[in-house]
């Protein structure tokens, strides 16, 4: 029985699924299935725009032959030869030998490769138009997106972008046909990136040069040869083909592909991962051995760091990891920073080949830092691993730095952004008792981040530093309270609640009140003018912080005091510096005024008191 989706109210997809093929193009899995999209435009003349794979032909044919109904089919527009689009096209001259055959050059020698047929096809070249009645059809080249031969066409009518491979997606359709049908970031972007990585991946230029002149078009419909129809929301996947077609990456973090024959390399990838899940980066690990090389070329797309580690076998790089590397230089990767681990028990020569093999892809900065392990892991390499994860960490920054888009508009203009860090002291915070509840266990600290969001639903959003024992209650809790401080509040409130940690001190000991909302948290009495209790709805990891965006279940007003402000905290609540005769050599910190006693503040100096780094230290004066 046919099975068809209107597209327009006179363009109807035609085409079919295939969830029985284990390999598509024999070499990339697709488990949930791929589509073969064919489409049928209804005009005074009928178009029909590619066909399917052999594998689909049958369903095909029903769902044409419906679709056409009495009339006769006029055109067959071929913008891609490859079999997956064109294997039937010998059948569908059989089933309709009227049918004119539209095509370029390349694609009509490259019909003559595939078929003993004698076409006289109509050919087309860049710009030529198309008139079926109503509609105009505009063909646009797109050589390499995927083959030589491919072209897309435009409806200038219905401002339709008939997209060949371009904007295509691995997965069965299963009833949709619009990508707004489907959850299509959650559930489909992985495929998305999957099929255009390994599918088109090695042509970034090329999809350049397409999406350049798809931007000189009024687009409201995009209808690739695979996945979804596109009709809303297109900037959702154009802007991914900008990123993956310069080779930038989407996401900040590190993806770790590793060969390990006893499991010595896989334990030097999983130490390094945990060294900088603990700085805050995101990693993800690939077992190269065992994941098929499409979803780790689509990971290599996506992340922004790469690190391989690979035994030594046979006085070269483990075949598994080298016919990996082969496949990404292959693929054309490019724009990442790369840390290197090998392991050889006699003789280890791993590092250098993947080496040689990585530098020769454009941009690529390769890490001074490398590891190698003579067999296990031991405590020189535990360092080594340090040295690594510190130096992924450092480019971790700058290249935060890069791929902030007003960063890189700055540096298209040829001009250098810098970040005065004072800027941030100018915003206008105020300052709060954070609480938290796990049990038996009340805690608080002080945050200057709380903000109301919106007023139906009223939501508000805080951020909070992970290093606090509050952090981790939330987290667990999923609930807190924020009592907002007033100006009368004294430097001692700030100092109890946010120079010690929770986790070594129980902040309400000794305290006789016991004052509580309703969800069963503590709130401050004295000093506060209102607190606000937050039931959390989502959690925002960011690196050093959580952002924790809440529902209010209760809101309090206890004084008419006005809220302390950041800047009234400064000028008026914190201790002024110390007499001269008093003073140290050092740093103080300015957020909670802890001193560092010393010549030189390290880099990498986090406030033992409120977890603040050392941009945040000023000397002593
Ligand atoms: Fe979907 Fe390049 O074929």
Redesign the pocket.
Known sequence: MHFTKNITDDLIWVGANDRRLAMFEGVYSVPDGVSYNSYLLLDEKTVLFDTVDKAVSHRFFENLAFALGERKLDYLIIQ?M?P??SAVLDEVLLRYPNVKVVCNAKTKTMIDQFFDLDIDAEIVKESDTLNTGRHTLHFVMAPMV??PEVMVTYDSTDKILFSA?GF?TFGALNGAIFADEVDFNADYMNEARRYYTN?VGKYGAQVQALLNKASTLDIEMICP??GFVWRKNLSDIISKYILWSTYQPEEQGVMIAYASVYGNTENAAEILSGMLRSKGIKTVMFDVSVTLASEIISAAFKWSHLVFASTTYNAGIFVSMEEFINDLVAHNIQNRTVAIIENGSWAATSGGLMRGKLEKCKNINILEQTVSIKSGVKSAQLNDLKAVADAIAVDFTKSETNLNPAATAAESNSKIASIDPGAMFKLSYGLFVLTAKDGEKDNGCIINTAIQITAKPLRISIAVIKANYTHDMIIKTGEFNISILSTSTPFKVFEHFGFHSGRDTDKFAGCITDNRTVNGIKYIPKYTNSVISGKVINTYDYDTHSIFVADVTESLVLSSEPSVTYQYYFDNIKPKPQPAADKKKGFVCKICGYIYEGDTLPEDFICPLCKHGAADFEPLS
């Open positions: 891609h490859e997956d689009h995927h083959w491979d295509g599918i040869l695979h």
